[in-house]
C-alpha cells in the first residue's frame, strides 16, 4: 500500500455530501484504555504513525518496602486478560481472562484528580502550567480507592496497577473493527481536563459556562447547537432538523413500561442543558427505539445526538466498572442501523467518550486551547484558564466516504476535541459559530477523502453481554441533586434510580 499522509486539509466541498451527522457518545475511557493494542499486531496501514502502547510504558507506584524504607515500582502498561507477573503473594493464573469490567472501583475523573494523573500534583499554575508527564495514574487510583469520594458496602478492594490494564482488539471487536475499517482519531482530546459535564457541556455549547467539574453547578446556560439548528428553522431553513436519543432501560413495572412507550424519555443533555428546557422543543427527544425507527425509515435528521442508557438495569455507557461490552452492543446496534439505512451513503457518524474517566494515557494533552471567551477570557473553577485540553479519548469516524484504515489527524496546530463536531456542523449546515472554541476546533470533513462511495459494509460481532446492573457513580448522585432542586422532591440514589428521574423529569417539562 502506497504512504498516506494522515494530517488531512479540510474538505469542504466533500462535507457537501453529507446531510446527516450523528453523534454518539459514550463515557468515561481513554484512548489508551480501550484502543491502545488496536495496532500492536500489526503496523497501520499506508505507514501511517498510531501513538499507541508499547510495552515499555509505565507509572510508578510510591510505597514502602517490608522494612518501612519508601521505594518506587515500575507499573507496566498490559493487555487485559495477561498473567499477573512479579506479585509475591499471587499465584499467576496460567489461563487468566479478560475482566470487563475494569477498572473497578471507579477512578478519579475530576479537575484535581486529572491534574495529579498528569503532573503528579494536584494543583498546578493555570496561567503557565508545566508539561504534562501522564505519570501520576497509579498513584492516583491509590488515593481513590482508600479515599475515593463514593464508596458502597461490600466493593472489593482493587489492585491499583489495574488502572495500567487496558483492553485488547479481541475485547472490544466492534470498536476496534470500525477503528480500522472507517477512521480512527488518535489525536482526539476531551475540552476540558476534568469529568462529565463540562465536556458535555462543550459538546453541547463549546464551553462550560466556566465549570470544570461535576459540582457544584452542573447545568450549562449557555445557547447549544441544537437552539443554533432551531434558530435557523425559524428564519427558514425548513430544510434543517434535530433529534436528541435517549437510551431508556426496559422496566417490568407497567406504569413504566406505558411512560417508556409514551416517549417521556430521560435526557442527561435536556436536564443539564437549561436552554433546552423549553417545553416547546419536547418533539425533539426520543427514545433509542424511535433512532432505530428513524434509521430504517430514512428519516435521519440533519443531527442527531445519541445518549447510552447511563442508569439502571442495563447500563451501557461503559462508565468504569460497567461491563463495556454492554456498550460495545450499543455501538454495534447503532452502527448497524446506520449503515443498512438508505441514508447511509449521505450520513456521517461520530462515536466517542466524554472523557478519559481517570483511566491511563500516555500522550499529554497539549496546550494551546482557545478559551470560549477568546483570549480575554476570566478564568473558570478552580482557576482554570481553559488554556489546554483534557486526556484523549477513543473517536472513531463512520462514512462510506472515508477511506479503510484511516489514521486522522487534523492539519495545523489544533486538534480535534468535542467542538470539532459543532464546527462541523456549523460548517454543513451554514450556521453561526457558537465561542471562540469551535471557531478554533478544525472540522471533521478532512476525513472524507474518497472520490466514490464505498460499496462495502464491514459487518462487526460483539461479544454476548449478559443484562447486568448498573453501578453508582458521581454522575447519578449530581442528576438527584439537579432533580431535586428542579421538582423539589427529595429521594436517595437507588439501583433503579432511573425510575423515579424519568418520571420526575417527565412531568417536570410536561
Not at 498473567?83 to 484535581?112: A, N, Q, S, V, W
Not at 447549544?224 to 417490568?252: C, D, M
Amino acid at each position: 500500500m502506497s504512504k498516506r499522509s494522515q494530517y488531512l486539509a479540510p474538505q469542504p466541498e466533500q462535507l457537501e455530501r453529507i446531510q446527516h451527522i450523528i453523534v454518539l457518545m459514550l463515557e468515561n475511557r481513554s484512548f489508551d484504555n480501550l484502543l491502545g493494542w488496536l495496532y500492536d499486531d500489526e503496523g497501520p496501514p499506508g505507514e501511517q504513525h498510531f501513538e499507541g502502547l508499547h510495552r515499555d510504558l509505565w507509572n510508578p507506584l510510591n510505597s514502602v518496602d517490608d522494612n518501612g524504607i519508601s521505594v518506587i515500582e515500575k507499573v507496566r502498561v498490559k493487555k487485559n486478560g495477561a498473567p499477573i507477573k512479579g506479585t509475591r503473594y499471587i499465584k499467576p493464573d496460567p489461563h487468566p481472562h479478560p475482566d470487563f469490567c475494569l477498572p473497578h472501583p471507579d477512578p478519579g475523573e475530576g479537575f484535581l484528580n486529572t491534574n495529579h494523573q498528569l503532573f503528579q500534583f494536584y494543583q498546578v499554575p493555570n496561567d503557565y502550567p508545566p508539561e504534562p508527564t501522564n505519570m501520576g495514574f497509579v498513584d492516583n487510583y491509590v488515593n481513590t480507592i482508600v479515599n475515593g469520594t463514593y464508596r458502597f458496602f461490600g466493593e472489593s478492594i482493587a489492585d491499583p496497577r489495574d488502572i495500567m490494564t487496558c483492553f485488547t482488539p479481541a475485547d472490544v471487536p466492534v470498536l476496534s473493527t470500525l477503528a480500522k475499517q472507517f477512521a480512527v482519531c488518535d489525536q482526539w482530546y476531551g475540552s476540558v481536563p476534568s469529568q462529565t459535564l463540562p465536556n458535555r457541556a462543550f459538546i453541547h455549547t463549546a464551553t462550560s459556562c466556566g465549570q470544570v467539574n461535576n459540582k457544584p453547578h452542573p447545568k450549562c446556560d449557555a445557547t447549544t447547537i441544537y437552539n443554533r439548528i432551531e434558530e435557523a428553522i425559524h428564519g427558514g431553513a425548513k430544510h434543517l432538523s434535530w433529534r436528541v436519543y435517549a437510551s431508556t432501560p426496559k422496566q417490568s413495572d407497567s406504569k413504566q413500561d406505558s411512560l417508556i412507550e409514551s416517549g417521556e424519555d430521560y435526557s442527561l443533555t435536556r436536564l443539564m442543558m437549561t436552554q433546552l428546557h423549553d417545553p416547546s422543543l419536547t418533539p425533539h427527544f426520543h427514545s433509542m427505539k424511535q433512532f432505530y425507527e428513524d434509521a430504517a425509515d430514512g428519516k435521519f435528521p440533519s443531527y442527531a445526538f445519541l445518549e447510552p442508557q447511563f442508569f439502571g438495569r442495563g447500563q451501557n455507557d461503559q462508565h468504569p466498572p460497567s461491563d463495556v461490552r454492554a456498550g460495545e452492543q450499543l455501538i454495534a446496534d447503532v452502527y448497524k442501523a446506520v449503515v443498512e439505512s438508505p441514508q447511509w451513503n449521505e450520513t456521517l457518524l461520530v462515536i466517542t467518550y466524554d472523557e478519559h474517566g481517570g483511566c491511563y494515557d500516555h500522550v499529554a494533552p497539549p496546550g494551546r486551547a482557545a478559551h470560549p471567551d477568546g483570549k480575554d477570557g476570566a478564568p473558570g473553577q478552580c482557576g482554570f484558564r481553559f488554556n489546554r485540553f483534557g486526556v484523549r479519548v477513543p473517536a472513531v469516524l463512520i462514512s462510506p466516504w472515508i477511506e479503510a484504515g484511516t489514521i486522522a489527524r487534523p492539519s495545523g496546530w489544533t486538534p480535534f476535541d468535542h467542538t470539532s463536531v459543532i464546527a462541523t456542523v456549523c460548517k454543513r449546515f451554514n450556521l453561526a459559530l457558537l465561542t471562540e472554541r469551535d471557531k478554533n476546533a478544525p472540522d471533521l470533513s478532512c476525513v472524507l477523502t474518497r472520490d466514490t462511495v464505498r460499496s462495502d459494509k464491514p459487518e462487526v460481532k460483539p461479544l454476548r453481554c449478559e443484562r447486568h446492573e448498573g453501578s453508582i457513580n458521581d454522575l447519578h448522585h449530581v442528576v438527584e441533586e439537579v432533580l431535586t432542586e428542579l421538582t423539589g422532591e427529595i429521594r436517595e440514589v437507588e439501583q433503579h434510580i432511573f425510575d423515579y428521574i424519568c418520571k420526575s423529569y417527565a412531568s417536570q417539562l410536561a
